[in-house]
């Protein structure tokens, strides 16, 4: 049943060869339309896509969206998530293969104000935290640091924020501290992955679609790898207006700031010390994570980890 | 001014109605209706006399099958009731009228009930609400109605189909002595025309002479049958009737027996 | 004196401006920043600002909570229905009825999605869940109330079940019915916002929770009061309709409407 | 014929045996893996090997969602004997209560914590609000139902306002009081999760709202339902006990508790 | 075997009640009552007889204060009454009681408006019971009594306080004739203890005729005053009035004057 309407795009491809006939392609964001899309849009916008034979349709999402079922269902070719959600998916048996990186390092982070004493996630034993409860990176940093944190739900806002000097929210760097910072507050960040917890941002598919239609794969990934170059080296406007036009309430001062925050932190392309290239996706930083999760017992048990990523869909560009 | 109700004919012919050996007795209270045995003739109308809160009310109940006897059985030509098996038209003591339907849909309800053409309602309907004086009231609603009207929507409501069974509980108590009168009169037209056999509560000895052929005087707690007085004036009856020596007479001797056999303990 | 019709527009428009200056005052007093407590006069601005997108998302959330609504009642009444004439049926389901409602929406809205995926229909299916029981409760509760001496008298003419529902029953309790739908109208709205926040999209232009989410998650607090606010005033459509029918439908013959002198 | 007390008893679980196949049926039938719909036996798993954090939750909850049952009901109440009382706040007030009961709760969660701060005071102060308007609903229409002719009875006494109020109209409304009280009971429990998830701590464990979220987020969909699961015993030990409350203040006197026959 | 009761005395004396050129009319419907002037003396008790319908229950709510005159006053010692001004009892038509009270409860109901003690109000309330006839009943729901037990826990409520002015609208209506006639007597007797101006509606002439001191007769369409008939027997009555010829022919009167003058576009 959930493959139903992938075999339908793939006889279609089958059928008409390499005619001018467009797959149609959905890909599943985890947001609204966003700068952190940006590649994606960028290869709409530039054609990347369409050159590669494919009809690509962006789908926004939301808070609490269940995209992963939308891709079990089959309502999604592609969606996005966190390497180690993935992993727990398919501890639970969910069909699912990480096929490219979209970020190489992880954008989330802590947020507080700048007058706050604590210099470091170490400093944070006992504090209470604004997060999605649940999340993996709170048993990695209270195990990493020996701390303990006390986790109010994520409420979305940034209210609390504001008006309590020593309130410590979950963020992503490209977007809430833009916000504060224009509402007066002089906010500093701690990147979660400066804890050692940094999992892959990237792309996944059902196994079966994987499987199946390892071209359709390639053709997308590599399109959405330019897409990325292009976002991040050259000039984003393309992707920037798209995502203006399908979320009017991103301004382009915002667009701007989150850019340049991507570019700073390297988050697409990696830092330079680890030698990545856009797109990329490394066993080793794979097993590593998984092994760590094992040990967090966030991972009940140990996983055939390769069976759910592929390693060889991304290539560098040349 | 009397206006003519076309009633439809009834099809049958009158049934036998008994209550036999019949006691009642809420559930933890105390025996309300102690062995009382009634029947009444086809097409006989009988009164129900006796004290406040005696149990008239509840026999009447049991007639209809509203309410099941404690002990003793209620037959209807001879089988025993079952609740839906013969048309039974109750007017209850207090008029139960329906507050969001006008006068006319009041009296419509049993037609309705029964499936009749709304042309066929309507005209049944306008003669009925003319026979009790409320032909110009026919848009009220309840609420605008004073108690003696209500009752006389009940009446109109319950004689709207031509029942088999009629059971009037005090349906002109409300009512002031003339219209009181015209209504028995109108009653006992009716009562020619349409085949029905009738119990009667009232507490007007006078009224329980004029109308029946028996009448039924209870005694209380519990209710028994203290005495029964047999009317011998025939039938057709006219107005006159009460004026009649006879007729004065049987109301005095009726009245002391309902004083001397019911309400010794009350005395 | 000032005539009675009257009245029943001045005293709300008078406690409107009351709570406004209280609302002013509070602002001013504690000096609230706009990001707690945004002033009328922001808020208007900010409403004004976005307009557009104000617009749709209203639209969009009308149409779901509209239909989620309409099922709530027409349902929750059918079922009411069902259950007063059929009472094993009442013994054995009612507890259920009663413990489907206790889904909280966020676990339910999870749950709707993956099954209805994201959409007016999702949105309507959350509206639809959060109305339902307060019209069955309420309705039943009327069905059952009916004087017991008015059934009597169904019974004795034989009346159908049919009849006696509703000729009977249904009129008898609609003073219950409308208390039901009136809460169910104001949940219709709350619940459709509710599910938007939580199964909402943007395909299509979000509903209102679509935007309250995206004002909240980038801090313009004036323009979420500003949706909370057009929320508010279409539950008042909502609860008006509501109002307004059961006027039409009552105000002949019950109580309740001939006694608002108290 | 069985007995009627031991139907009652029967009936349910008949249905809840049937709901269940039913249910094991669905799952069977689409070959639905856990994470669309978890079997009745993977949600007792699951609710099993949580069995200390869902303990711990559920106990929270509950106090969450007493406390704002129990100020919904108190407060609702004295309000709608206010709203009755007083005929010029009524027509006042009344359009504002409506208008507040819209808002969604996102919208005000972060004003209501960071007044009350998290823990169970705000969580029941969100319970509270949810289910407060239909209380006053549901009383104030049966406040105002109150048979015309005892009202006049009581004015011929001479009965002051607050007489009228406790000795007549409270009693009369109790049937519609209750049905309020029931909805609100059902709301009180969603509230009280609501709030959980708007101003829940994982200190003190959090209650089965926040218990919701963590499954949500880390996928563990039959421990999801077993949560969900909880939710609905604890709404139905609220509704079972204003179920009895209601039969003790009713049995005596009113019809609808006579007319369980129908 | 009647129980004496207990009332206490009222502290005033008895008041003047007047209708003066009281006009009715409902909403848009037609007049009702059309320039009525009635008035009673101090201590004196008014009967008001006429077809149903035509406005006496209106009147006597219009007497309590419970319904405004379209057109003239109500004036109770010469000033216009104003609803809360004056002690007034009034029996409905139909006996409201409060379905969630027993039998003591309802009759206690204007006690404890008025602030009576627990121990006061017991002994009144049983005290009542027992002369209604009730003293068995005090624990009973309304849903458990008969119609006309209804109507006597309704008499003993109106009577547990000792108002000045007392309504009553046919409060034996329900009744068998004796336990009527037994009330008749009992309220006499009380009149001579209690002191209020009462005015009576019933459709019964013998019994207006044994208990007021004037008749009021009234058409019908809208109410008009038709006739008074004054009732010459002196107080204290008793039973034995009853049989006197004086008495039977002062009914026969009544009785044409009442169909004489009320009911006129009837027949
Ligand atoms: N709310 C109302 N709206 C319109 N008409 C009304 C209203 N209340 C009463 N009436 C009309 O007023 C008239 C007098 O009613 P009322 O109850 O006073 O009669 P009554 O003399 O007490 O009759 P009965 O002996 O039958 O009790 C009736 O014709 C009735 O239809
Ligand atoms: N549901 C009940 N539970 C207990 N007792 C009841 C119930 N219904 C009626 N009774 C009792 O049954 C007796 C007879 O009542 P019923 O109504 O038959 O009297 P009645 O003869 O019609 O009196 P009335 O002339 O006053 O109408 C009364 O004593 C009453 O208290
Ligand atoms: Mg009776
Ligand atoms: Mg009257």
């Known amino acids: 049943i959930l493959t139903c309407l992938l075999s339908a795009c793939t006889r279609d491809h089958t059928d008409d060869g390499h005619a001018q006939t467009l797959i149609r392609v959905t890909l599943q964001t985890d947001w609204f339309p966003q700068p952190e899309h940006g590649g994606f849009y960028q290869a709409l916008a530039n054609g990347y896509f369409r050159e590669a034979g494919l009809d690509v349709e962006i789908l926004p999402g939301g808070p609490n969206a269940m995209t992963v079922h939308k891709v079990l269902r089959g309502n999604a070719h592609f969606a996005m998530n966190r390497i180690d959600t993935i992993l727990t998916l398919v501890e639970q048996n969910m069909p699912l293969t990480m096929v490219m990186a979209t970020l190489q390092h992880d954008p989330q982070a802590l947020m507080l104000h700048a007058s706050h004493p604590a210099q470091s996630i170490a400093d944070l034993d006992g504090a209470t935290v604004m997060a999605i409860p649940g999340l993996t990176w709170i048993s990695w940093v209270e195990r990493r640091y020996g701390i303990t944190l006390n986790i109010i739900p994520h409420d979305f806002g940034m209210e609390r924020f504001l008006q309590n000097p020593l309130f410590i929210q979950q963020c992503l760097l490209t977007n809430e501290p833009y916000f504060v910072r224009k509402a007066g507050a002089n906010p500093k960040v701690f990147p979660l992955a400066d804890s050692g917890f940094d999992p892959y941002h990237g792309i996944y598919a059902l196994s079966s679609t994987v499987e199946n239609n390892p071209d359709l794969v390639r053709a997308f990934v590599k399109a959405s790898q330019r897409g990325w170059q292009s976002f991040i080296f050259g000039d984003p406007a393309p992707a920037l207006a798209l995502i203006a036009e399908r979320n009017p309430r991103m301004t382009p001062e915002f667009m701007e700031f989150a850019v340049s925050e991507m570019r700073a932190r390297h988050l697409v392309e990696g830092r330079p010390e680890i030698e990545a290239f856009i797109g990329e996706l490394r066993p080793q930083r794979v097993a590593e994570l998984h092994d760590e999760l094992v040990e967090l017992g966030v991972l009940k048990r140990k996983l055939d980890w390769q069976s759910a990523v592929r390693f060889d869909f991304a290539q560098p560009l040349n | ?267 | 004196m000032i005539p009675e019709r009257c009245q029943k527009i001045i005293l709300p428009i008078a406690a409107g401006i009351l709570i406004l200056s209280l609302w002013s005052g509070i602002k001013a007093w504690f000096q609230l920043p706009a990001f707690l407590l945004p002033g009328p006069s922001e808020v208007l601005q900010a409403g004004w600002n976005e307009r557009h997108a104000l617009t749709t998302a209203t639209w969009t959330t009308f149409r779901g909570a509209g239909l989620g609504f309409i099922m709530a009642v027409g349902v929750g009444f059918c079922m009411s229905l069902l259950l007063v004439s059929v009472p094993w049926l009442r013994q054995g389901l009612y507890p259920y009825i009663i413990f489907m409602q206790m889904v909280p929406i966020i676990a339910t809205a999870a749950i709707i999605v993956i099954w209805l995926d994201v959409g007016i229909q999702s949105v309507a299916a959350i509206a639809f869940l959060i109305g339902f029981f307060p019209v069955v409760a309420s309705t039943l509760q009327g069905l059952l109330s009916t004087p017991v001496q008015q059934v009597e008298l169904f019974r004795m003419y034989r009346a159908s079940r049919w009849q006696e529902l509703f000729l009977l029953r249904v009129p008898a309790s609609l003073p219950y019915f409308f208390t039901g739908a009136k809460i169910a109208a104001t949940l219709a709205v709350i619940g459709s916002v509710t599910g938007e926040i939580f199964a909402g999209s943007s395909s299509g232009g979000g509903g209102l929770g679509f935007m309250i989410i995206i004002y909240k998650s980038s801090l313009r607090i004036p323009a979420l009061f500003a949706a909370t606010f057009i929320c508010c005033i279409l539950g008042f459509i909502f609860v008006g309709t509501v109002l307004y029918l059961k006027w039409l439908a009552l105000n002949k013959w019950h109580d309740s409407l001939r006694n608002e002198d108290v």
């Open chain 2, 1 to 267: 001014m009397q206006t003519e109700v076309h009633f439809k004919a009834t099809k049958g012919t009158a049934p036998t109605v008994e209550l036999r050996n019949i006691t009642k007795q809420f559930a933890d209270g105390p025996t309300i209706i102690d062995d009382v045995t009634v029947s009444a003739a086809p097409g006989e109308l009988v009164s129900l006399v006796g004290p406040s809160g005696c149990g008239k009310s509840t026999l009447l109940r049991m007639l209809a099958g509203l309410s099941q006897p404690s002990g003793g059985t209620v037959q209807i030509n001879g089988q025993p009731r079952s609740s839906t098996d013969t048309d039974t038209a109750f007017i209850f003591q207090d008029a139960t009228l329906l507050p969001w339907l006008t006068v006319r849909g009041n009296i419509e309800v049993p037609l309705r009930l029964r499936g009749e053409t709304r042309k066929n309602r309507t005209a049944l309907a306008n003669q009925l609400a003319n026979w009790v004086g409320l032909g110009d009231r026919l848009n009220y609603y309840p609420r605008q109605l004073s108690g003696g009207m209500q009752m006389r929507v009940s009446l109109a409501r319950a004689l709207s189909l031509s029942p088999s069974i009629l059971l009037l509980d005090e349906p002109f108590g409300a009512l002031d002595a003339i219209t009181r009168n015209r209504l028995n009169e109108d009653l006992l037209q009716l009562r020619e025309r349409q085949m029905w056999t009738a119990f009667f509560v009232t507490h007007s000895i006078s009224e329980a002479v004029f109308l029946s052929s028996r009448i039924i005087v209870l005694s209380t707690r519990p209710a028994r049958v203290a005495t029964e007085i047999t009317v011998p004036f025939p039938f057709p009856r006219t107005a006159d009737l009460r004026h009649s020596l006879e007729f004065q007479k049987l109301v005095a001797t009726a009245n002391e027996a309902l004083y001397h056999h019911s309400h010794q303990e009350l005395q």
